[in-house]
């Protein structure tokens, strides 16, 4: 039986209770507010499976209906709902009950009218007791009456800001434990933050990278990757210069991070204005021209107020992921900003611009910072690269080869896009198209072809239809395909977290078998630089003899050329000897702490 709904949840007339007793003083966000409060019994702003299965359970609504409400309330498979995804699961057990079932079909048509609040059972004392509360709050002429949100048993205020933990996570390990798991502890109760394991020398760290670790306290996915990363990896990765071989060491804002799309490309083929047509505004310091007006690299991301921060303060702000990049120094930071606005898209995504790749050998040497790295360490980072490209600048420079050579690895994040189609005729349009597959084929070196998207992106002009007046519905298609594909970049962030950072310790992995093997070949007194440049010499053979050894598949490895220049810097004797305890610790973390730790912040109804 369904229900009638008004335009007020809780009833028209003011005076009046709704059937369930609440005053119309009590408004929804206020009541799903406590009831929030109620349900997360740890009260870190995280409500995981097994509370929320317990609180759902009031519904009264089948089990295959709840795993229904949990998997379309955590679309980003985050593992655990915060107070936002928690409203938005009460109005679906709201509709659940209406309807008696629930899909992201009907949720979407349900939502464009005001939804009732559900029924739950055993809350009656609790709803009346927040009723009183609120009145009382609101009466000026209660005597003595507290003017601060309700509270809960526990002290906890009912009404707070939404997205801000009172438990930050901030450090590497938990506190308030009971339990201790390899130097790292794990916090139960109320209390759940990380502390800072302070300086360690190389053999501490070492050592509590082969002690076993508790997932049984984390309250996220992201939780779990920051507990394995900075007590089991980390250590590993900084004992064999892991860092200074591929991507820079991972700090927790790099997990905490917001997804990102990295853009590249030539001058001139539209980077810019891409983003202006995603955002459908300006971001300020923008600027947009047929020459190479983008000298920089910008992220542009969320804030209330527009402002523009320079690289030098964005590195030394420790919530925000960008202190990496201090390792290209005051050369690159010169030309490195944030840019900030207030836009819908921009609270869930980042988009990074980038200047135009060149194709002179004189204006690339002129540059100050090393291009080629800095792309690589952003798209280590993204979610989405997209590379595009002009009908009038199909010809891919060296330098912007060297630039996609940087993105091995990185396949499944590729998007390629030929943007201002519309400014070629339809039989242009067929040649340039199989100009750029031929051209991507040779760069990419792959008999895959990537994924390419052709239309006009651009916020002040309408799609020409006078060169190809046929196109016009094939680019409306293609642009609601890339940008179907961009939305759902946030429901896709956590996995890709999890991708990222397997992909990580597999490439960790492969580097610390790489060093322990020429390690065990340098000579113990006498000859070091000879062997050492022997091993060098012969790097593609050694490499040859790990990959038997360890029955490795052979397109893990490094390029040979890229890891012999890093490794001439290095004395091979410096590194320590690979112990069997310490790859055992490598296994462990892919084959049983990252596979616990997904299937346990799964859906709790599976």
């Not at 985050?78 to 109005?91: E, R």
């Not at 396949?411 to 991507?440: C, E, F, H, I, P």
């Amino acid at each position: 039986m369904h229900r009638e709904q008004s335009g007020n949840p809780f009833g028209d007339d003011a005076q009046q209770l709704d059937p369930r007793g609440f005053s119309v003083t009590v408004d929804r966000d206020t009541l799903y507010s406590s009831w929030f409060q109620l349900a997360d019994a740890d009260h870190d702003n995280k409500l995981t499976g097994p509370d929320a299965v317990k609180f759902f359970e009031r519904s009264q609504l089948p089990r295959p209906v709840l795993a229904k409400v949990w998997a379309l309330a955590d679309n980003a498979r985050k593992g655990y709902l915060d107070q936002s995804t928690f409203a938005k699961a009460m109005d679906m057990i709201s509709i659940a009950q209406s309807t008696g079932d629930i899909s992201a079909d009907i949720y979407r048509q349900k939502s464009a009218k005001p939804i009732e609040t559900p029924q739950l059972a055993g809350l009656e004392k609790h709803n009346q007791k927040l009723q009183e509360e609120m009145q009382a709050a609101q009466n000026p002429f209660t005597n003595g009456a507290s003017t601060s949100a309700p509270t809960v048993p526990h002290g906890e205020p009912l009404v707070q800001p939404r997205g801000i933990n009172r438990t930050p996570s901030n450090s590497y390990t938990y506190k308030g434990s009971s339990q201790s798991a390899g130097g790292a502890t794990y916090g139960g109760g109320a209390q759940s933050s990380f502390v800072s394991p302070g300086k360690q020398t190389t053999k501490e760290a070492l050592r509590r990278a082969r002690k076993p670790l508790s997932m049984k306290h984390c309250t996220s996915i992201i939780d779990g990757l920051k507990t394995i990363y900075f007590n089991k990896i980390k250590p590993l990765e900084e004992a064999y210069k892991f860092g200074s071989f591929f991507s820079s060491l991972l700090t927790e804002s790099d997990f905490e991070a917001k997804p990102s799309v990295l853009l590249l490309g030539q001058y001139s083929t539209g980077k810019t204005t891409f983003i202006k047509h995603l955002l459908g505004r300006d971001y300020p310091g923008i600027h947009i021209g047929p020459e190479p007006t983008t000298d920089r690299f910008v992220v542009v991301t969320h804030a209330l107020e527009e402002r523009r921060t320079p690289g030098n303060t964005l590195i030394v702000q420790p919530d925000q992921p960008w202190q990496g990049l201090a390792q290209y120094g005051n050369g690159f930071l010169a030309k490195f900003e944030a840019a900030s606005c207030a836009n819908k898209l921009l609270e869930e995504v980042t988009l990074v611009d980038t200047p135009g790749v060149l194709s002179g050998e004189k204006q690339r040497i002129e540059r100050t910072y090393n291009f080629i790295d800095v792309c690589g360490w952003f798209a280590a980072r993204c979610d989405l690269i997209l590379l595009l490209f002009d009908p009038h600048k199909l010809d891919i420079s060296d330098e912007f080869k060297q630039v996609i050579s940087t993105l091995r690895g990185h396949d499944d994040k590729v998007r390629v896009v030929l943007n201002k189609a519309d400014q070629v005729d339809q039989q242009q349009l067929m040649r340039v198209y199989g100009a750029l597959m031929w051209s991507l084929g040779k760069v990419f070196k792959s008999p895959e072809v990537c994924k390419v998207y052709i239309g006009s992106f651009n916020a002040d002009k309408p799609i020409r239809t006078d060169m190809n007046p046929s196109g016009e519905e094939l680019f409306n298609k293609e642009q609601s395909d890339l940008l179907q594909d961009l939305f759902e970049i946030p429901q896709r962030s956590c996995d890709r977290k999890v991708n990222e950072f397997v992909k990580r310790v597999r490439a960790a992995k492969i580097h610390i078998l790489i060093m322990g093997h020429l390690r065990k070949k340098m000579p113990a007194m006498m000859g070091k630089q000879k062997a050492q440049e022997k091993l060098l010499a012969n790097l593609q053979t050694e490499f040859g003899m790990v990959q038997r050894e360890y029955h490795l598949p052979a397109g893990d490895f490094p390029d040979v050329v890229r890891y012999r220049e890093i490794l001439q810097a290095y004395d091979i004797t410096t590194f320590p000897k690979l112990r069997e305890s310490m790859l055992k610790a490598i296994e462990d973390s892919l084959s049983v702490d990252i596979p616990s730790l997904v299937r346990q912040f799964d859906n709790p109804y599976a």
